[in-house]
């Protein structure tokens, strides 16, 4: 099952031979900001990007807020890697900065949403960072088994001006898991927002 979808694509996890997904990350690398300094050297500025992890019920209220203040859902289903305050400050290390794991098996019966958010603390434009990519996937850091969705926002346009996204919304119809690409910039300056953001139009 090879799956690469393009932004507002949704598919069915369910697999092949009739399993369901299981577990599923999303992974966030990304640098620090490159400047030209006085003398032809080069500083850099550390980017603080925060991935998030929102759990909605069926009334679309969030039930559960999962990011660098809250580093695991009550009962352990989704889990942060926790806060990278810097970025890649010698070039692309090709590692994920920050991890997000939700283990659908283990979600309380009453979460209908998944959503996955990536905020900019500092307010820093995502057009100004040098590279910051995203990936949705099956499987563990550790053991990739399928990519779901990427997304390159430091090269979209799209991005640029922009200090949250939301990245993509699994979702439950008939006990059976959903997932939906969206890859959106929002207006949304905090966290706080996106959430609201995610409840009015991606649910």
């Keep these: 099952m090879a799956i690469n979808l393009q932004k507002g694509q949704r598919i069915n996890l369910t697999k092949e031979n009739g399993t369901t997904l299981s577990q599923a990350c999303v992974g966030i690398n990304w640098g620090a900001i490159e400047k030209k300094g006085f003398f032809g050297g080069v500083t850099r500025e550390?980017?603080?990007?925060?991935?998030?992890?929102?759990?909605?019920?069926?009334?679309?209220?969030?039930?559960?807020?999962i990011y660098f203040g809250n580093l695991k859902s009550r009962n352990g289903a989704v889990r942060h890697s926790g806060d990278d305050l810097t970025g890649d400050?010698?070039?692309?290390?090709?590692?994920?900065?920050?991890?997000?794991?939700?283990?659908?098996?283990?979600?309380?019966?009453?979460?209908?949403?998944?959503?996955?958010v990536l905020n900019s603390y500092k307010g820093q434009d995502f057009?100004?960072?040098?590279?910051?990519?995203?990936?949705?996937?099956?499987?563990?850091?550790?053991?990739?088994?399928?990519?779901?969705?990427k997304y390159d926002i430091a090269n979209?346009?799209?991005?640029?001006?922009?200090?949250?996204?939301?990245?993509?919304?699994?979702?439950?119809?008939?006990?059976?898991?959903?997932?939906?690409?969206?890859?959106?910039?929002?207006?949304?300056?905090?966290?706080?927002?996106?959430?609201?953001?995610v409840k009015q139009k991606y649910l």
């Design 46 to 65: 550390a980017v603080d990007l925060d991935g998030s992890c929102i759990l909605y019920d069926s009334n679309k209220n969030a039930t559960e807020i």
């Design 89 to 116: 400050v010698n070039g692309d290390d090709g590692l994920d900065n920050e991890v997000i794991t939700i283990d659908f098996s283990n979600l309380e019966p009453n979460v209908e949403h998944v959503a996955l």
């Design 127 to 149: 057009g100004t960072i040098p590279f910051a990519s995203i990936r949705i996937y099956e499987g563990t850091p550790t053991n990739v088994r399928e990519v779901f969705a």
């Design 156 to 197: 979209d346009a799209s991005f640029k001006g922009h200090v949250a996204m939301v990245m993509g919304v699994f979702y439950k119809r008939n006990n059976e898991w959903k997932f939906n690409a969206i890859g959106d910039p929002t207006a949304d300056r905090k966290l706080q927002e996106t959430i609201e953001t």
